[in-house]
Nanobody
């Protein structure tokens, strides 16, 4: 059974930092697409960042230069370091994983494994 468990969310002031973690267990595939998504109240879930088993890392335009995605293989944990936080970064943050087959999914509904989310609130 694959489990993704996020942690590290919380409340910070504008300009602050948080590091989210996603502990992944039971993942049975050798390849992977590991992503962070977020969803603010009343809005659709949106993609934030991706790290895949080919070593590629990509970011959405609204977090590029502020957020860093990384992975600790020994700890089976995916991270999202978030710096220079803005009020518009407030959302529930989710990690997701999917085996890499001819690239990574382009539609979030295609992702096979999801965590339960961790809340981030940024106040001005």
């Amino acid at each position: 059974q694959v489990q993704l468990v996020e942690s590290g969310g919380g409340s910070v002031e504008v300009g602050g930092s948080l590091r989210l973690a996603c502990e992944i267990s039971g993942y049975p595939h050798s390849s992977y697409c590991m992503d962070w998504f977020r969803q603010a109240p009343g809005k659709e879930r949106e993609w934030v960042a991706e790290l895949d088993s080919d070593g590629s890392i990509t970011y959405s335009e609204f977090v590029k230069g502020r957020f860093t995605i990384s992975r600790d293989v020994a700890k089976n944990t995916l991270y999202l370091q978030m710096n220079s936080l803005k009020p518009e970064d407030s959302a529930m943050y989710y990690c997701a994983a999917h085996p890499m087959v001819d690239g990574c999914p382009v539609i979030l509904d295609e992702y096979k494994y999801w965590g339960q989310g961790t809340q981030v609130s940024v106040s001005s």
